[in-house]
Structure formats: C-alpha cells, structure tokens
C-alpha cells in the first residue's frame, strides 16, 4: 500500500485519491460506447500466456506467466449468469434483460491479473496463493514487484531510489518453488475497469470488495482447473482487512476451505488507528499499541538515551510499559497529577526520543503524523509513515504533523516504471492500455459499513467465524518493526482478542521483521519472508495431506 492510496484513518476519511471519476472503457485509447450502439463496447484483450525461469534456493523452476482480466458480477445471483466471457449467458434473465446501451447494462468488474504456474506440476499437488494490495484502493504492483513474484524491484536502503533507469531482477526469493502465484488487482485498477449503472457502488466498499475477489477466487479456479488444489491468501494493508472477510466469504458462502491466510501488515480494528488517535478521545488504545513502534524507530535513528544494544529485547521491555503503567496513566485522564505526568513523560522521553515538555503539551498522547514530523525536527526531517527508516527534508518546518511519506516518495516511481516496462516487453500484455496503480474515486467515498454496522470498521470477527467454521485453518501474520501505518504491536493485540476459543489460538503464528510495511524492500527481510512463507505454506500442505491418511 502506498501513502497515495492511504490506509483509512480513524475519522475513516479516505485522503489522497483526488483523481477524477473512474475510466469505464476497456482502453483507455477507446472511444466510450455510443449511446445507443452496443457494438461499440469492445470486448477486453485476450489472455497472453509467457514462458519464463528463475532460480531460487538452486532450484531451476520453469514457469508460464498468464497476464489478463477476469469479469465478476455485482451480485452472487448477477455473477451467477455471467459466462467465463464475461457476458450474460444466453437464456438468463440479465441476457433478457440487457439494455441498449452499456453504460445502463448491470454492474460488472473487469479484475486484471498475473499468474505464475509452474511447468510440469499437477494441478492437485500444487498450492496456488492469490496476492493483493490494499488501500483500499490500491493495485497490486507493490506485492507483484517487490515480494514474492519472479521479479523484484532493487530498492535497498532507506535512502530516496535514484531516478531511471532502475533495476528489475530475478527474485532469488521467490515463492514459486512452493506455490504457484496470482497477484489480483481490486476492482478499478491495474488493467482492471469497472462497467455498468452505479459500479462504484457494487464494488467499492468492504463487503462488496470482498465479495468480488471472492466471486474472482471462484471464476479462477473454475478457468484453470484448480478447484483441487490447496489454497491460500496473501493479504497485504487493508488486504489483510479483506483478508478477514474474504476467508468468511469463502469457507461459509462459497464452500471453499482455505489452507492458509497469510497476513501482511495486518489492521482489523480502525478504532486503534494512531493516524487519527487524536480524533477519538478517551479511546487510548492506539497511543499504547503504537509505542513499540515509536520506540523501534527512535532506536533506529539513535535517539533513545542510553541507547541499547539490540532491539527486540527492548522493544519487549517498551511493550510491558506500554500495556502497564503508560496505559494506566492514561486511564486517569484529568485525575493524573502534574508530577505523574512529568514523571511518565520522563519515561516516555527515554524510550521513544522526544523532548520531555512536548510529551507533556501532548498530554502523553502523540499520534502518529506528530511523531514523524517530531522525532528528527531537529535535524530538520521528517520520519517515513510506511517505513520509519526513511527520512526526508521538512515540507514545513512549523506543521504540527508530517505532510508526507518519504518512504513513499522514495520508492513509487521505481515501482510503477518498472513494471508497466516488464509487462508490456516481457509478458507482451497492455500496449493500449492504461495500467492504474490506484483507483480514481473522485468525489467518490468507500463505503465503511460492515454487514450493515455503520459506527466502525473490525473484521476479527470475520477472521474468528472462517477459523471456528474451519478449525483446521492455519494463519500467518508478518509485520514490520519500523510500520507506523499498521503498528505490529496492534496486530499481536487484535490476533489474541479475536473471538476463538483459546485452543484455536495455536493455529496462529507470528513473524517480524527490522524493515517496514513493505518489509521486503530490505533484502534481509524479503529473504525471511520467503523462508518464513514458505515454511508455512509446506507444513500446512504436510499436515492437511497427514490428516487425509495421504
């Protein structure tokens, strides 16, 4: 996920996407339809399938890399009728009923896609894992070029990347020696275009979004015979809120049991966001879970006094403070002294860097674009949001918070050059097209409302349901040290208050990383990743297999 395409806050107002309204046509060089003249809706490119190679871990692994979109409906009963092409089946009522001109027809998504098969593989003994983005909002080029695809974007450091020409290579750390991949673009980006009366409504918002990529999920594995083979998720950002959803969607509305879902920066909870912390008083939450994440980037900028050896043990060291005297100073509200305060800031102040009288003007309580702008103004800079690592000149040296992500500065261009070069040279996909990184909402707003809950945004419970209704349903949760947009500290708070029976509880692990929301733009962290990931997706394989007497 990117700062253009920025995780919903605590207001749950999504900011930066101001673009105009969303494209319709299938090209962007395309004439739009004539009113009256259904024939001048051209129908979407046709899949082009490429060989390709890489190597990861000694291990030569020949693949076909399938590039092209596939049509959802608006509706479980719309989707229904709809052929593989996309179109009203002949016979059905939305044949029947299909007006005169498209832009009247009902909704449907064009969801653009790249999949990773290996060569030679049976079908039933190879995973397949479908990887997405968040936002919401956001295509998925950031998971497809940075993570686990065969290609990876060279982004080490946590400087600003060099303008072009940048480097694409092999990505040694590849998922594909255990898992075939498909990276999914939501609805409305990518290659992706929605069509049809009132499409924003259909499939911008939390249920309706997990919806079509579970219609997607469904009309995949139908396309490419794969309705046998073990099945993950791979939800990054406000994936992960997707994720939650998408797993009850399938195992309780689809009938499709999934191996894994693996979790990648993972927010459930948006009432524990510490970007709008300050917007919701007496809900103290966020500024102790946030802590340890403030703490682990002080300690990276060497702003903690004394400063210590290695960080984990003191990140374990700020977690108990956060969760025991911080939060109970916090409880007091108006009744904590003066010299309570003070001596709470003093604490604070050694932990996470900033001066003592600006914790104390805070009230101890510091969201998360004040201690970016904050924990470096000294020097001048500001703090990254995605990754706190980067750092970056102050756009306004007297702002009260950050007016911008470095890391997302650093790294976007980089990204978005390289892969629409990669897919149209080497997977000869997209030359008329307009590839989308984030949604065009416009005056646009996602909707919020939750199976008809409009106060606040938490899928625990979704995740909860899919693992009581599968109890043989294993999940992963990856995390950055350094993310400031979904704190780690937070995931490991949500995962242990989900709703399960405490037994349960075991079918969930945790894997952390010195890099940040992105974790694998630090090589060390991508090659964890891989090693971690793939570990999870082999055992869960084993142990299924086991359980089947296979």
Same mark, same amino acid.
């Given at each position: 996920?990117?700062?253009?395409?920025?995780?919903?806050?605590?207001?749950?107002?999504?900011?930066?996407?101001?673009?105009?309204?969303?494209?319709?046509?299938?090209?962007?060089?395309?004439?739009?339809?004539?009113?009256?003249?259904?024939?001048?809706?051209?129908?979407?490119?046709?899949?082009?399938?490429?060989?390709?190679?890489?190597?990861?871990?000694?291990?030569?692994?020949?693949?076909?890399?399938?590039?092209?979109?596939?049509?959802?409906?608006?509706?479980?009963?719309?989707?229904?009728?709809?052929?593989?092409?996309?179109?009203?089946?002949?016979?059905?009522?939305?044949?029947?009923?299909?007006?005169?001109?498209?832009?009247?027809?009902?909704?449907?998504?064009?969801?653009?896609?790249?999949?990773?098969?290996?060569?030679?593989?049976?079908?039933?003994?190879?995973?397949?894992?479908?990887?997405?983005?968040?936002?919401?909002?956001?295509?998925?080029?950031?998971?497809?070029?940075?993570?686990?695809?065969?290609?990876?974007?060279?982004?080490?450091?946590?400087?600003?990347?060099?303008?072009?020409?940048?480097?694409?290579?092999?990505?040694?750390?590849?998922?594909?020696?255990?898992?075939?991949l498909v990276f999914v673009d939501m609805p409305g980006t990518g290659f992706g275009r929605l069509i049809g009366k009132d499409a924003e409504k259909a499939f911008w918002g939390v249920d309706e979004d997990a919806n079509a990529f579970a219609r997607f999920i469904a009309r995949f594995i139908?396309?490419?015979?794969?309705?046998?083979?073990?099945?993950?998720?791979?939800?990054?950002?406000?994936?992960?809120?997707?994720?939650?959803?998408?797993?009850?969607?399938?195992?309780?509305?689809?009938?499709?049991?999934?191996?894994?879902?693996?979790?990648?920066?993972?927010?459930?909870?948006?009432?524990?966001?510490?970007?709008?912390?300050?917007?919701?008083?007496?809900?103290?939450?966020?500024?102790?879970?946030?802590?340890?994440?403030?703490?682990?980037?002080?300690?990276?900028?060497?702003?903690?006094?004394?400063?210590?050896?290695?960080?984990?043990?003191?990140?374990?060291?700020?977690?108990?403070?956060?969760?025991?005297?911080?939060?109970?100073?916090?409880?007091?509200?108006?009744?904590?002294?003066?010299?309570?305060?003070?001596?709470?800031?003093?604490?604070?102040?050694?932990?996470?860097?900033?001066?003592?009288?600006?914790?104390?003007?805070?009230?101890?309580?510091?969201?998360?674009?004040?201690?970016?702008?904050?924990?470096?103004?000294?020097?001048?800079?500001?703090?990254?949001?995605?990754?706190?690592?980067?750092?970056?000149?102050?756009?306004?040296?007297?702002?009260?918070?950050?007016?911008?992500?470095?890391?997302?500065?650093?790294?976007?261009?980089?990204?978005?050059?390289?892969?629409?070069?990669?897919?149209?040279?080497?997977?000869?996909?997209?030359?008329?097209?307009?590839?989308?990184?984030?949604?065009? *909402?416009? @005056?646009?707003?996602?909707?919020? =409302? &939750?199976?008809?809950? !409009?106060?606040? /945004?938490?899928?625990?419970?979704?995740? $909860?349901?899919?693992?009581?209704?599968?109890?043989?349903?294993?999940?992963?949760?990856?995390?950055?040290?350094?993310?400031?947009?979904?704190? *780690?500290? @937070?995931?490991?708070?949500?995962? =242990? &208050?989900?709703?399960? !029976?405490?037994? /349960?509880?075991?079918?969930?692990?945790? $894997?952390?990383?010195?890099?940040?929301?992105?974790?694998?733009?630090?090589?060390?962290?991508?090659?964890?990743?891989?090693?971690?990931?793939?570990?999870?997706?082999?055992?869960?394989?084993?142990?299924?297999?086991?359980?089947?007497?296979?």
């Open positions: 996920m990117r700062a253009s395409v920025r995780l919903i806050a605590a207001l749950f107002v999504i900011a930066c996407l101001q673009a105009p309204a969303i494209v319709r046509a299938a090209g962007d060089d395309e004439k739009p339809a004539a009113k009256s003249d259904k024939a001048e809706e051209k129908a979407p490119p046709s899949d082009v399938t490429t060989p390709g190679a890489v190597e990861v871990g000694g291990q030569h692994i020949a693949y076909n890399a399938v590039v092209g979109t596939i049509t959802v409906g608006g509706t479980d009963a719309q989707d229904a009728q709809l052929g593989m092409d996309g179109k009203p089946l002949p016979g059905t009522q939305l044949a029947a009923s299909e007006p005169k001109d498209p832009k009247d027809a009902s909704p449907t998504a064009r969801m653009s896609y790249v999949a990773y098969f290996k060569k030679d593989a049976k079908a039933e003994d190879r995973p397949v894992t479908f990887f997405y983005n968040g936002g919401p909002g956001s295509s998925t080029v950031w998971l497809h070029m940075g993570s686990l695809g065969p290609k990876h974007v060279v982004t080490s450091g946590d400087q600003h990347v060099p303008a072009a020409p940048y480097r694409l290579v092999d990505n040694a750390y590849s998922l594909l020696d255990v898992s075939d139908t396309k490419f015979n794969r309705w046998n083979s073990p099945k993950y998720i791979f939800g990054e950002s406000y994936g992960t809120t997707r994720s939650a959803v998408l797993a009850d969607i399938l195992e309780n509305n689809k009938s499709i049991d999934l191996n894994g879902v693996i979790l990648l920066s993972q927010i459930f909870n948006f009432t524990s966001d510490i970007d709008g912390a300050n917007a919701n008083p007496g809900v103290d939450l966020p500024y102790e879970l946030a802590l340890p994440t403030f703490a682990a980037t002080a300690w990276y900028h060497k702003k903690v006094t004394p400063q210590p050896a290695a960080l984990e043990p003191f990140l374990k060291e700020v977690e108990d403070f956060a969760m025991g005297p911080y939060a109970h100073a916090l409880a007091q509200g108006t009744d904590l002294s003066e010299d309570e305060k003070r001596s709470v800031a003093e604490k604070l102040h050694g932990y996470i860097g900033l001066p003592v009288a600006y914790l104390v003007k805070a009230n101890l309580r510091v969201n998360g674009g004040e201690f970016e702008k904050m924990l470096l103004d000294d020097e001048n800079l500001t703090t990254g949001r995605l990754d706190t690592r980067y750092s970056g000149p102050h756009m306004d040296p007297l702002s009260q918070a950050a007016d911008y992500d470095p890391q997302s500065s650093a790294i976007s261009s980089a990204y978005v050059s390289l892969f629409n070069e990669y897919v149209r040279k080497d997977l000869k996909y997209g030359d008329t097209q307009t590839f989308l990184p984030s949604a065009l *909402f416009g @005056s646009f707003e996602w909707d919020l =409302k &939750h199976k008809g809950n !409009p106060i606040n /945004l938490n899928v625990a419970g979704d995740l $909860a349901e899919a693992m009581k209704a599968n109890p043989r349903l294993k999940v992963m949760v990856n995390g950055g040290y350094y993310d400031l947009a979904t704190p *780690f500290f @937070s995931a490991v708070y949500e995962e =242990k &208050h989900l709703p399960i !029976p405490a037994t /349960l509880a075991k079918n969930i692990e945790y $894997a952390w990383y010195e890099s940040g929301h992105m974790v694998y733009v630090r090589d060390e962290s991508l090659k964890r990743l891989h090693d971690r990931v793939a570990a999870f997706i082999t055992r869960t394989q084993a142990e299924d297999k086991q359980a089947v007497g296979q």
